[in-house]
């Protein structure tokens, strides 16, 4: 090895040269890097902007040949006619009780079974969480159509309890809420089982304390879970006294014909995002960390 | 002892009651429907009407799926549903990577533009399909003052002619072309988040060691970056296979309910092949839906086995 | 080739963005180090000899001062054009390729007048794999490699491009006692083969002792002392320098100097010549002391450890700024386990004098002026 010619050095004049050439590299690679992001980012945002602008422009000025950046005349208007035409203030409150109806049970029957699960010991314990994992890698599609026929046979149709009772147990928040339980030490538990802490008090005292992160991302996945849900209540409700949000706005606006008002259109569309752009504001850091973990939408 | 088996006995006890809702609601809206789709997809023609006038169908076998598979609306649903997924994933996936290393290569103003990133993810696949379809839309569509939206405005700046993208008589491709472009960027926000998620937690003494043996930028992203981010593509790649196979609102979305108002060929796909059929057909519905889960099986025991083969450790 | 560093500072800015305390990693660091030379940067953790290590490599920028390869000044090159190898202290080995792939991958980057084709890059990944007795393992992942084996693969990675320059950052340190031993004999003869400028960095002042042709030692981003190994133990320039090398490590005792005679105790134990009247520290190694029925300096006996050849005789006094005093005797010397003190006389050259506020070396005993150049 010793007789390998070493790397080749360099001289005073190439040194110069290598220096200011690396100079200039790293100053193209980052405005490249910039740029790019920068434009990525205007195409992600665009159809937001795009959203805002056309829910305040009048008809004639969206139908204006070359469409304007930003509206000459702001129309707010809009805003009151989307209400009216969707009928959003009524379906928007459906869509908050059934949110906040099935978030609490679920809630309840989610700590419940995790706690069953991470603490209790019982006979074929394993075989029923294994069992439970692997209703999982089955599309939901499969349930939706004995779901239908279900609920039709118990009565259910146009009720809130359809929009309810069907979803309220995620076999996958069970999974995750048992694993964060676990991690929780075993002799908490049994500290306060010698104290003579009632299981309940125990879970409401230590373990959702503990859990809590992961008790607000699933509340906040299951609120946004009503929000965006269109298929099932769109199958099983027909009148707008328990319609949900996204059904409505649907609806309301399916005219191909190209002579739809999108101003209004927009306007309704605006309505249901905003509250969905509230929670990612304030709510982020549990988003994203639920969603990391699930890679389920909703 | 025996007190000891009592206090065993009394844990099963209490561990069934804190599971007995969740139990009783599985079995109700969890496992009958696996047992009950079997039976309704091999009866002939059942359907719920059927059943509450007395009869199941007409044969025990396999005749809905021969009619599913023969029928040409499914086929339909069929190849638009592959079409979309083997469209969307790949692009969706590259972009999210390429948008990721870039990501996280930046220092001012990464947070916020990761930040930036992610707002698709939060949004209602209806609603801002709409606004995709406003986009895209030609207002006073046949009229001869029309407003070609600024879809074709933008793209008129570079020269090109205003397009049919979804509008009465628009052709299947523009239709696919824009349902690409709305799904990608719907898809976007998980992956660069899994994607980054994964950049960050490589160690970075790997990246300090090519650069001290003077590896180029193409051959570090190529050589180490995507081999030490493989496991989290393999799980990106899964993840948009299976949702590429059920989608269904974005298409809802931009198109409405009918998926076919617009250029004669139907737009739908599997899943909404199933929610078609239910109301008269579930026996089909059943069926079909059997079909997606073996697909979905299918294509995600392929992807494993083909991640297995090239991620490393 | 060899290294200069000239005036070199780092200055990391405060962590904490309220505060505006820059901590200072390295401080106006000067020294030479001659051409294939193997090098130890030693000093305890906080000292500043890895980013030392790192500012050669390039991989972080000084904030001030010149680094030399030769004759040229790569201070503002970047890692990718100076022609380093360097071994991480977790070795950084990529872990999806294979061990030929991991010493292949420097080659496959070379350009220019390096450039290398297929069969010529194979050969050279052979021979540096040979050269640290791997050839045996080319096709395993580092996962099914022990950490000697690791070690050793990313040794021949960074030697494979035959850089100008070989940079070590605590290359043991996740070595069991045993293979740490062995793997710094190995540094050393891979080094010699080579004959490539080697600068390692470490903790440990007995592997650096041990394997260095040079030792740098650091405090708190300040060197403290250079030279040959037995040079800087035999002539330490201060206290921390004393302290620091040697095992057992060194005693030290409060004591003052009074008309050329050096007081401990109360005792006068050695003679001291030149040196004004003061209070000082002396420092003795564990070798210096000859136990005497008649010695100068006594000592309270607290146990005699029987070490084989040597006796370690573990003692008191007041004076003491140690723990103990330990010194190591010849096994020769017979001392009765059940005495209660131990007198000894001292070996005027394992004896160092240190200004008590500067502790800078006062005294230099019989021997010459210490070399601080190389």
Redesign the interface.
């Known amino acids: ?2 007789d ?9 004049k190439d ?1 110069q040269k ?2 200011a050439a ?1 100079t200039v590299t790293k100053i193209i ?2 405005f490249l ?2 740029a ?3 434009i ?2 205007l ?3 665009f ?2 902007y ?2 805002i602008i ?1 829910s305040l422009k009048s008809t004639v000025e ?6 304007t950046l930003f509206p000459q005349d702001i129309m707010w208007g809009n805003y009151i006619e989307a209400f009216t035409a969707a009928n959003l203030g009524k379906l928007f409150m459906n869509t908050v009780y059934v949110g906040i109806v099935s978030t609490i049970l679920s809630l ?3 700590v ?2 995790a ?2 699960f991470a603490r ?4 074929g ?1 394993n075989a ?1 969480f294994a069992g ?1 994992l692997a ?1 999982m ?14 609920v ?2 118990f009565g259910w149709l146009d009720s809130f309890t359809v929009l309810i ?5 995620s ?1 996958f928040y ?1 999974y995750l809420l048992r694993q964060n339980f676990l991690q929780i030490p075993n002799e908490l538990y049994l500290a306060a089982k010698v104290d003579g802490t009632s ?1 309940l008090k125990y879970l409401w005292k230590v373990m959702i304390p503990l859990s809590l992160p992961n008790l607000i991302s699933i509340t906040i996945l299951k609120m ?1 879970g009503a ?2 849900s ?2 099932w209540p ?2 099983v409700t027909s009148t707008d006294d328990y319609r949900l949000i ?1 059904n409505g ?3 309301a ?2 005219d ?4 739809a008002n ?1 101003p209004v ?2 306007a309704a ?1 605006t309505v ?2 905003i509250p ?2 509230l ?2 504001i304030f709510l ?1 850091k549990y ?2 960390k639920g ?2 973990r699930s ?1 389920i ?1 909703g | 002892m025996k007190k000891f088996l009592q206090k065993i006995k009394f844990e099963e006890w209490k561990a069934w009651i804190y599971l007995a809702p969740a139990v009783a609601l599985l079995l109700v809206f969890t496992v009958w429907p696996i047992i009950n789709t079997l039976r309704m997809a091999f009866w002939e023609d059942y359907s719920i009407m059927k059943e509450l006038g007395g009869t199941l169908g007409n044969e025990f076998g396999l005749k809905n799926f021969e009619k599913v598979i023969k029928y040409r609306g499914f086929i339909d649903c069929l190849k638009n549903t592959m079409l979309l997924t083997v469209l969307t994933v790949p692009i969706s996936t590259i972009l999210a990577l390429v948008i990721a290393v870039c990501l996280n290569a930046i220092k001012p103003l990464q947070r916020f533009l990761q930040t930036i990133f992610f707002l698709p993810y939060v949004t209602n696949s209806i609603a801002i399909g709409m606004v995709f379809e406003a986009m895209f839309n030609i207002v006073g569509f046949g009229t001869s003052n029309p407003s070609y939206g600024i879809i074709n405005n933008i793209l008129g700046v570079f020269g090109a002619d205003p397009i049919n993208w979804i509008n009465a008589g628009s052709g299947y491709w523009q239709n696919i072309a824009v349902l690409t472009i709305y799904i990608v960027w719907n898809a976007l926000p998980f992956k660069i988040l899994i994607l980054l998620g994964g950049l960050q937690s490589v160690n970075k003494q790997y990246y300090d060691a090519a650069k001290i043996d003077s590896t180029p930028r193409l051959r570090v992203f190529t050589k180490i970056t995507v081999p030490l981010l493989s496991p989290m593509i393999a799980y990106v790649v899964i993840t948009g296979f299976i949702g590429g196979f059920k989608e269904y609102s974005s298409i809802v979305g931009i198109f409405g309910d009918d998926m076919q108002a617009v250029g004669g060929e139907s737009l739908n796909t599997m899943v909404g092949y199933i929610y078609d059929a239910l109301g008269n057909q579930e026996g089909r519905a059943s069926a079909a839906a059997l079909i997606l889960f073996a697909i979905i099986f299918v294509v995600t025991m392929i992807n494993m086995y083909v991640s297995k083969k090239k991620t490393h450790y | 080739m060899k290294i200069v560093l000239q005036n070199l500072t780092k200055v990391f800015p405060s962590r904490n963005k309220k505060s505006n305390e820059e901590v200072v990693a390295v401080s106006d660091l000067s020294f030479t180090i001659p051409d294939g030379k193997l090098v130890g940067l030693l000093g305890p953790s906080g000292c500043g000899k890895s980013t030392t290590l790192y500012m050669i490599s390039g991989l972080q920028k000084p904030t001030g001062g010149q680094i030399f390869f030769g004759e040229d000044d790569v201070t503002t090159l970047s890692p990718e054009n100076r022609g380093v190898g360097l071994v991480f202290q977790n070795y950084a080995l990529y872990p999806h390729m294979t061990v030929k792939q991991n010493i292949l991958f420097p080659l496959q980057n070379l350009k220019g007048a390096d450039k290398l084709d297929k069969n010529t890059m194979l050969e050279r990944a052979l021979e540096a794999a040979r050269l640290v007795q791997i050839d045996n393992l080319m096709d395993r992942k580092p996962s099914e490699l022990s950490g000697g084996q690791q070690q050793r693969v990313a040794i021949a990675r960074a030697l494979v491009k035959m850089p100008r320059v070989l940079l070590l950052d605590e290359p043991l340190s996740n070595l069991d006692a045993r293979l740490r031993l062995q793997t710094r004999e190995e540094i050393r003869r891979i080094q010699r083969e080579t004959g490539i400028t080697t600068i390692f960095v470490t903790h440990d002042q007995e592997e650096a002792m041990s394997i260095s042709d040079v030792i740098v030692v650091m405090k708190l981003g300040v060197v403290q002392q250079i030279g040959k190994p037995q040079t800087v133990y035999d002539n330490p320039v201060n206290l921390f320098v004393a302290k620091f090398l040697g095992t057992p490590p060194i005693n030290v005792f409060k004591a003052n100097v009074k008309g050329g005679k050096l007081y401990i105790n109360g005792e006068a134990v050695l003679d001291v010549q030149g040196v004004a009247d003061r209070e000082v520290f002396a420092a003795i190694r564990p070798e210096g002391f000859i136990p005497a029925e008649n010695g100068a300096m006594t000592c309270t006996l607290s146990s005699i450890e029987v070490m084989g050849r040597d006796v370690s005789i573990v003692s008191k006094n007041e004076a003491m700024l140690t723990p103990t005093i330990r010194s190591i005797v010849d096994a020769d010397y017979k001392i009765s386990a059940t005495a209660q003190t131990v007198k000894f006389d001292l070996k005027p050259h394992k004896v160092f004098i240190f200004d008590s506020e500067t502790e800078e070396r006062i005294y230099f005993g019989d021997q010459s002026a210490p070399e601080t150049g190389i």
């Open positions: 090895m010793a390998k010619k070493i790397m080749t050095t360099m001289h005073e040194m290598v220096t690396q690679v980052q890097l910039y790019f992001l920068c990525m980012a195409i992600i945002v159809p937001f795009w959203m056309s969206y139908r204006l040949p070359i469409p309840v029957i989610t419940l079974s706690f069953a209790l010991e019982f006979k314990k029923l439970l209703t890698m089955i599309p939901g599609e499969l349930f939706t159509i004995t779901n239908y026929v279900t039709t046979k009772v069907p979803f309220l147990v076999v069970i299981d946004m929000w965006n269109y298929v769109r199958l996204t706005l649907r609806d606006f399916t191909m014909s190209g002579q999108i259109q927009m569309v249901v995002s969905l752009f929670v990612f982020r988003i994203m969603v990391s890679g939408k």
